[in-house]
T-cell receptor, first 110, second 115 residues
Framework: GEDVEQSLFLSVREGDSSVINCTYT??????LYWYKQEPGAGLQLLTY?????DMKQDQRLTVLLNKKDKHLSLRIADTQTGDSAIYFC??????????FGTGTRLQVFP | NAGVTQTPKFQVLKTGQSMTLQCAQD?????MYWYRQDPGMGLRLIYY???????DKGEVPNGYNVSRLNKREFSLRLESAAPSQTSVYFC??????????????FGPGTRLLVL
């Protein structure tokens, strides 16, 4: 079945880069997404990548996709305290449903 | 646009009590979803509705019922709450299609505690 996995925690110093990793199992996924969840709030779409792309850059965010290994990563450059949140990767299944990972809690310390 | 709204924000229930979680969207989206979020488990789909008048089970439907009242509203009902249903519940909506823009938009969540 479809499964999406992430590490649970990441702690970085302010100003450093953060890299959040995700692995998925469904090779037919068309789109992969990164969502951000701030404390007490719902999920907000951060960025996405189409499955025929290797990389996408959007300001401080870089998404890398290794389709062969079914590995997705999100790099946040110059991480700020406001980036502290839970980050979810999600794949879009062939039934148009989203399959979410477990979420990675990013903590940024000064 | 308010986007996706959910009521209530918080609720405490005793085991065996019933309640309905309300969700509404004003984006004219066809599809609506109910998820639950538990620590270390990400979001799991409870039920979804691809269009007005249709509903389908997701990954964890047991103990829940849903109603797609009209295009705007999608409610989730717990008939007899159990402590295992303590969770944060999110409603989401999306327009039809498969382009990247047609992703899901989430409400702020309802925090439910069942004692």
């Amino acid at each position: 079945g479809e499964d999406v996995e992430q590490s649970l925690f990441l702690s970085v110093r302010e100003g450093d880069s953060s890299v959040i990793n995700c692995t998925y199992t469904d090779s037919s996924s068309t789109y992969l997404y990164w969502y951000k969840q701030e404390p007490g709030a719902g999920l907000q779409l951060l960025t996405y990548i189409f499955s025929n792309m290797d990389m996408k850059q959007d300001q401080r965010l870089t998404v890398l996709l290794n389709k062969k290994d079914k590995h997705l990563s999100l790099r946040i450059a110059d991480t700020q305290t406001g980036d502290s949140a839970i980050y979810f990767c999600a794949e879009r299944s062939n039934t148009d449903k989203l399959i979410f990972g477990t979420g990675t809690r990013l903590q940024v310390f000064p | 646009n308010a986007g996706v709204t959910q009521t209530p924000k918080f609720q405490v229930l005793k085991t065996g009590q019933s309640m309905t979680l309300q969700c509404a969207q004003d984006m004219n989206h066809n599809s609506m979803y109910w998820y639950r979020q538990d620590p270390g488990m990400g979001l799991r789909l409870i039920y979804y509705s691809a269009s007005e008048g249709t509903t389908d089970k997701g990954e964890v439907p047991n103990g829940y019922n849903v109603s797609r009242l009209n295009k705007r509203e999608f409610s989730l009902r717990l008939e007899s709450a159990a402590p295992s249903q303590t969770s944060v519940y999110f409603c989401a909506s999306s327009p039809p299609g498969s382009r990247y823009q047609e992703t899901q938009y989430f409400g702020p969540g309802t925090r439910l505690l069942v004692l």
